[in-house]
């Protein structure tokens, strides 16, 4: 078959896309597949050890999951005292931020990276996402490649969020809209 839309056969990761080589990319997806993985759920610190290893960016106190996901450390801040839910991932293609005190729930998906499909070699395109400081994606959510949750936002659990989401709104659905103002306490 002669692909007319997207032909994979010529697809190759840009140079310099992963701002590290192959053999680290590879070493730090074997860390985070035992190391990491299988380290008591307690050992925060251990796990944020190793993050910074791999040239994360990261906060005093974040709590982060063993079983969260990490696709490029070095591009990727972790505020103090923000927390990284079990199985949450962060598709860090692009630059990812999560801010102090931010909250990214379980299963929740932060991409940071897409594919330029108007070009047939279909190459990687990454997109920073920022989720700011006090806002919470809360369970199960799609945080799309380019998007910046406010801070204090609350993005409801199962959303997908494809447009910035204003500091301080409560948004849900998909695509996500707003619901009302979250109150100061
Ligand atoms: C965002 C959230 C905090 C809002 O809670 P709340 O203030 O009690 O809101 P309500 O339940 O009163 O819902 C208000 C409206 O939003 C809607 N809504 C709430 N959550 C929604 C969601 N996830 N998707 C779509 N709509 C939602 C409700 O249906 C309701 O609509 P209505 O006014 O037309 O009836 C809550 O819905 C939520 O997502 N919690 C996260 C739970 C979670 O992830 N837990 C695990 C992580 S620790």
Redesign the pocket.
Known sequence: MQPIYQDLSRFRVQDGFRERSGLVVLAWQIVQATLFRLSPQPLYGWRRFLLSAFGAKVGQGVIIRPSARVTYPWKVTLGDHCWI?DDAELYSLGPITVGAHAVV??RSYICAGTHDYEDITFPLVARPVVIEAEAWV??GCFVAPGVTVGRGA?V????TVTRDVPPGM?V??APAQV?RERPVP
Not at 156 to 159: C, L, N
């Open positions: 839910g729930s379980q809360a369970t609350i409801a659990a199962t959303s409560i849900a659905g619901l």
